[in-house]
């Protein structure tokens, strides 16, 4: 069996709330309301660190940074992020591509895709063209739809250096 390469993935959701700011990627886009969560809530960026988790059978985001953990009260998933890839199980595997999808009925997030790819990028030390973002609505459907939710879903490949 040839174990040189995993894949991952990973999905999140977050309830959009007046009174938040609205974190996707790092980026703070402008909006009435934001994800509502223990930490900023930015659903792409936990969906990516889900993906990565699980292509190393290493559990989900709520193993590492527990919502009941004051620590991790409004932190930054970007920084979140760096964690997972510093943890020494990573050491011996490198990012190939990742892929990932954000669903949001608003605001329109077309503007923002770049800067998306160029954070997630920046914080797995890559270049932008191994990391993709896709915006996509709900067709007014569900909880997404009706503009109430945010939702991510993210595949990653990683290959074994040694």
């Not at 890839?85 to 990742?98: K, P």
Request: glycine share 8%; aromatic share 6%.
């Amino acid at each position: 069996m040839n174990d040189d390469f995993r894949i991952g993935h990973g999905y999140d959701i977050h309830r959009l709330e007046a009174d938040r700011r609205l974190i996707l990627c790092g980026v703070q886009v402008p909006f009435e309301k934001g994800l509502l969560g223990h930490s900023d809530a930015d659903a792409p960026v936990h969906a990516l660190i889900d993906a990565l988790l699980g292509a190393l059978a290493l559990g989900d985001i709520g193993r590492l940074f527990p919502d009941t953990d004051a620590a991790y009260k409004d932190a930054d998933s970007l920084k979140l992020l760096q964690r997972v890839m510093s943890l020494e199980v990573f050491q011996n595997w490198e990012i190939v591509n990742a892929d990932i999808t954000i669903i949001a009925q608003a605001p329109k997030l077309a503007p923002y895709i770049d800067q998306f790819r160029f954070n997630l990028a920046n914080t797995l030390h890559l270049t932008t063209d191994r990391i993709s973002v896709k915006a996509k609505t709900a067709e007014g459907l569900g909880d997404v739809g009706h503009g109430n939710a945010i939702e991510a879903t993210a595949i990653i490949l990683l290959r074994k250096t040694n």
